[in-house]
């Protein structure tokens, strides 16, 4: 890959109309992260940390400005090849989890490869195991996700991140609704992805937390205030 940085920011800005009038979300960002950095971005509510990761994995469009990820234009993709394109290359973890309720734990982590038809159906199930195996849960593969703990919900949610084995993770508030001793925790299976060469950017509150990253961008009213 060289040295060319896997995320590449420039420029970009995010206007929304809202009923008090336009809402700018970020200003002008520029942003590059390499290959196997842990980056925590931090800020205040309504700084912009959503937005910014909402326009790396392609869940949002920005208003101007190029956002390059792996070498693919994602400014310049529709959303449906959007969400073709994300299921291949980036993971992402919401704060909220968003398993399925109705599908057991190993379904929901085997659901990515499903859509991506990467792997036949045996593989899918060996992965899907081998995941939950890293994520310490594979006892817990065959229950639904409401009979498992916050925190080991959240690891299910990492496991299914990685089921498509993407370069790039993207974690939005993921210790938001965990104590402090579980968020530790899936901070230290952070820790061991990147070990493995994976990039992590996460949106976090928790200024200890994102100390431990290799690197932490702050944001204010949409700019960088620090990085």
């Known amino acids: 890959m060289g040295c060319e ?4 920011l420039r420029q970009v800005v995010k206007k929304y109309n809202s009923l008090a009038g336009e809402v700018v979300a970020l200003r002008g960002i520029d942003l590059q992260v390499r290959v196997g950095e842990f980056v925590a971005v931090t800020g205040k509510s309504g700084s912009g940390k959503t937005t910014l990761v909402n326009m790396i994995t392609g869940i949002d469009r920005s208003t101007s400005g190029k956002i390059l990820v792996a070498g693919i234009p994602v ?3 529709s959303l449906d090849k959007a ?4 299921g291949r290359t980036v993971g992402v973890i919401f704060q909220s989890f968003q398993l399925l309720p109705t599908l057991t734990v190993l379904q929901n982590v085997t659901l990515p490869m499903d859509f991506a038809r990467k792997y036949s159906l045996r ?3 060996e992965r899907g195991m081998a995941l939950l195996e890293q994520m310490e849960i594979a006892e817990h593969a065959h229950k639904l996700p409401s009979a498992v703990s916050g925190g080991q919900q959240q690891r299910i949610a990492i496991a299914r991140a990685m089921a498509n084995d993407p370069p790039i993770l993207v974690a939005d508030e993921p210790t938001g609704s965990l104590d402090s001793t579980t968020a530790e925790a899936v901070w230290r299976v952070f820790e061991g992805l990147v070990g493995q060469g994976k990039t992590i950017l996460v949106v976090t509150h928790d200024k200890e937390l994102a100390g431990r990253a290799g690197r932490a961008v702050t ?5 960088i205030e620090h990085d």
């Open 5 to 8: 940085p896997l995320i590449h």
């Open 75 to 77: 400014h310049a993709l």
């Open 83 to 86: 969400a073709q394109w994300r």
């Open 123 to 125: 593989e899918r199930w």
């Open 219 to 223: 944001l204010a009213d949409g700019e």
